[in-house]
């Protein structure tokens, strides 16, 4: 037993740690949001909106009928010099939410919404009696105005890219000339080393389709650091990489911004805002799409930590950033996570978010990666909106082509497909229009899965339904005997203007002018016939016997 004396003692060193852990707690500082009341110099922005979106930004806008908004002006700059006047450190901001985010105690925290410009001020802690773990969180799980007019149509040999092309029926829309081109993509990752010199970017490098680059958790311009993880790059090389035989992205003729958001080193809240301030850089350039494979739910501190309740689209920081993303014409697509076979099977933010497009990931055989994450958002909108290949889904990275799972990968396959249909699509159709037509064209519509949404994309007859080609093909054009042997005969009630074959591997083979084709030197199998008349086009199945 302890003597008198020592329990004494004892008691006081008790008492003196229960003091010190009580200072300790006031003391503690969280990551806050501080909203501001206003923007007083908004009219500045009015009356000259380049001063702070570009053309191509406006442009976008004004296609889609989206009228600017105050959301649109900067941040009050004095607002900003004031918080940092109070010995607040401020990197990271938000014109979009109207604030900036420092970390604060809880005595800061009333002084600051005290403040006459000061809206209120938003914690991010969620669970207030959480804290570090001990153990990094795998964040990946990478397992293993003027019509937008069409490039000049581009055979390409896919080699072992084609299965997860023509798996979405890409390559057809492809073929009839839709690759991208004119659509600008902000691919919001980890970093892009090797993008810089690797021979699988160096097509995308030569014809000058990096068009900006930065690294918004460093605040610097370095993107192409080997230090930095090469999950970005991978997702970009699904997009936009191209070996020549070997590997065909989904959109290799659309130009990029690479945008750098996520520490892989941690995973921290303010990575939230790094992947909003991405966002508003990205829709200050004007792109058309946003492709994005990260998602949060558990952070190294867990105070931080979100709930599957969270998890209904308005809740978290970054979905309300993806959402205002949307609202602006961009369409913004998302992993839906690999958690599939976790205690923790949901999908995360931002892929929870009603407006953003949430992709899913299947085999080869069309049925659901087991590691794909469930939905719906816990708002019960369904969620993934739709699905791609995400199992072995092949990829580029530095020179060579190589495959690996993840929904993180069947994003990027599914955003170079928007890419090329929103490059056929009049440029003044709305977003959530085309959205719908490609969960109405889906494999599984009008059912869903938890899995898988509305199923595997179909982006060709998408095109079709949306152009009505379908009516017009099949009133109009016809193609006989299919399957055929010696030679085919085009019946068309306009003149045919050409019809161009192409091989299993997206090869042009013959292209003529006459009805009557000669295609006796065809192997055996399966081609894509391309007839053009002066009323439009139509792309078709032929069989050789």
């Keep these: 037993m302890f003597e008198k004396s020592k329990i004494g003692n004892v008691r006081k060193i008790f008492t003196i740690l229960a003091v010190k852990l009580s200072f300790l707690a006031a003391a503690q500082t969280e990551l806050v949001f501080v909203y501001f009341k206003d923007k007083p110099n908004k009219s500045v922005f009015y009356n000259n909106p380049l001063s702070e979106l570009s053309q191509k930004s406006l442009d976008r806008r004004n296609r889609l009928g989206i009228a600017l908004t105050d959301q649109d002006a ?5 607002y900003i010099q004031n918080v940092k006047n109070l010995g607040f450190t401020v990197k990271d901001y938000s014109k979009w939410l109207n604030g900036v985010a420092v970390n604060a105690t809880a005595s800061q925290i009333n002084q600051l919404s005290q ?96 068009k900006a680059t930065y690294n918004f958790v460093s605040k610097t311009s370095n993107v192409y650091s080997n230090s930095l993880d090469s999950h970005g790059a991978m997702c970009l090389g699904i997009i936009g990489g191209y070996i020549d035989g070997t590997f065909v992205g989904s959109a290799p003729d659309a130009d990029f911004y690479l945008y750098a958001s996520e520490d892989a080193a941690n995973e921290i809240p303010e990575e939230q805002l790094y992947w909003i301030e991405a966002a508003e850089e990205a829709d200050r350039q004007g792109v058309d799409v946003i492709s994005t494979s990260l998602g949060y739910s558990e952070f190294d501190d867990s105070r931080y930590d979100y ?49 953003v497009f949430s992709i899913g990931a299947v085999t080869s055989s069309g049925n659901s990666s087991g590691f794909s994450s469930y939905g719906p958002n816990s708002a019960g909108v369904i969620k993934p909106d739709a699905s791609a290949r995400g199992t072995n889904t092949y990829y580029v990275y530095n020179n060579s082509s190589n495959y690996g799972n993840g929904t993180s990968f069947a994003t990027p396959l599914a955003a170079g497909g928007v890419a090329c249909l929103l490059q056929s699509f ?27 949404g509305y199923g595997i994309l179909n982006f060709y007859k998408t095109y079709q339904t949306y152009l009505r080609l379908n009516e017009v093909a099949q009133s109009k054009i016809r193609i006989y005997p299919n399957p055929a042997k010696d030679f085919i005969i085009i019946s068309s009630d306009e003149k045919l203007q050409s019809a161009a074959i192409y091989d299993n591997l997206g090869r042009l083979i013959k ?35």
């Design 115 to 210: 403040l006459a410009y000061v809206d209120h001020v938003e914690s991010f802690v969620r669970n207030p009696d959480g804290g570090k773990r001990s153990k990094k969180i795998d964040k990946f799980k990478t397992l293993s105005g003027n019509p937008i007019t069409k490039d000049v149509m581009t055979d390409f040999n896919y080699g072992n890219s084609l299965s997860q092309i023509n798996q979405i029926n890409l390559r057809a829309l492809h073929v009839a000339g839709y690759t991208g081109t004119g659509m600008s993509i902000a691919v919001i990752d980890t970093g892009f080393p090797s993008v810089n010199t690797g021979s699988a970017f160096k097509r995308m490098r030569d014809n000058g389709h990096i």
């Design 426 to 452: 009049v440029p003044s159709e709305s977003r959530e229009y085309i959205k719908n037509r490609l969960k109405e064209n889906a494999s599984l519509y009008p059912n869903q899965t938890p899995q898988m």
């Design 511 to 545: 292209m003529e002018n006459s009805d009557k084709l000669d295609i006796s030197g065809l192997a055996k199998g399966s081609y894509l016939i391309q007839i053009k008349t002066k009323s439009g086009e139509t792309i078709q199945k032929l069989i050789k016997e």
């Design 74 to 78: 900067p941040i009050e700059s004095t």
């Design 307 to 355: 709930t599957y309740d969270d998890m209904d689209g308005t809740t978290t920081f970054i979905s309300r950033g993806a959402q205002v993303a949307s609202e602006k014409g961009i369409f913004v697509l998302v992993a839906a996570g690999n958690e599939g076979q976790d205690s923790w099977h949901y999908i995360s933010a931002p892929a929870d978010n009603a407006k």
